[in-house]
C-alpha cells in the first residue's frame, strides 16, 4: 500500500478562501454554480486537509439592502438548497467568522423578525448537525484523516452553535 503523504496538523486559517456567492446567483436560485466551484476542494486527500476550516461565506451584492442576509427570502433559499446539497460545509467552513451563524439562521429559523432576529426551530437544528457531523464524517472517512482532529472539529462546531445561542 502506498505510503500516504504526511499532514500539517497546525492549526488556525492558513489559506483563507472566499466562497462568493453573487446576488445573481441569488436572485437567480442558481446553486448548480455554487456546487460547481465547490468540487475541487474535495479533488484530493491534500486539498481536502488544506481547505479544512478556511472557507468563509460571502453573499455579495446586498450591501445597499438595509435588510440583514437572513431577512432575504431568496439568500434563505439559496443557503438551504447549499446545506442539503453540500454537508460537507461543516468540514471546511471556518469557526471563527458569522458564516456557520448565517448558514444555520437561514436554514434552521422558524420566524424572521427582520433586523437579523431569528427564532430558531430546535428541531430544524439538530437536523441540520445532523447532516454536517455526517459531513463531516464523510471527508475524515473518505480520506482516512486522524481521528482526533475530526473530534476537535466537531467540539468547536459544537462551540460556534453554544456562543451564538443555537444549541
Known amino acids: 500500500m502506498p505510503q500516504q503523504p504526511r499532514l500539517d496538523l497546525r492549526p488556525g486559517v492558513s489559506e483563507p478562501v472566499v ?16 456546487l460547481s466551484r465547490l468540487k475541487v476542494f474535495l479533488a484530493t486527500r491534500e486539498d481536502a486537509w488544506l481547505y479544512r476550516g478556511q472557507m468563509t461565506l460571502v453573499v455579495d451584492g446586498y450591501n445597499n439592502d438595509p435588510r440583514e442576509l437572513v431577512d432575504i427570502p431568496e439568500v434563505r433559499n439559496l443557503l438551504r438548497g447549499l446545506e442539503s446539497s453540500w454537508p460537507q460545509w461543516a468540514y471546511f467552513f471556518n469557526q471563527v467568522d458569522d458564516t456557520i451563524k448565517l448558514l444555520l439562521s437561514c436554514v434552521a429559523g422558524s420566524r424572521f423578525l427582520g433586523r437579523g432576529a431569528v427564532e430558531m426551530d430546535a428541531e430544524l437544528v ?38 451564538a445561542g443555537m444549541a
Not at 128 to 139: D, I, K, Q, Y
Request: aromatic share 8%.
Open 19 to 34: 466562497l462568493l456567492i453573487s446576488r445573481r446567483e441569488v436572485e437567480a436560485g442558481d446553486l448548480a454554480s455554487v
Open 126 to 163: 439538530a437536523a441540520a448537525l445532523g447532516r454536517a457531523f455526517g459531513g463531516m464524517n464523510m471527508v475524515f472517512e473518505r480520506f482516512g484523516f486522524p481521528e482526533d482532529e475530526l473530534e476537535k472539529m466537531s467540539n468547536g462546531l459544537v462551540e460556534v452553535l453554544q456562543q
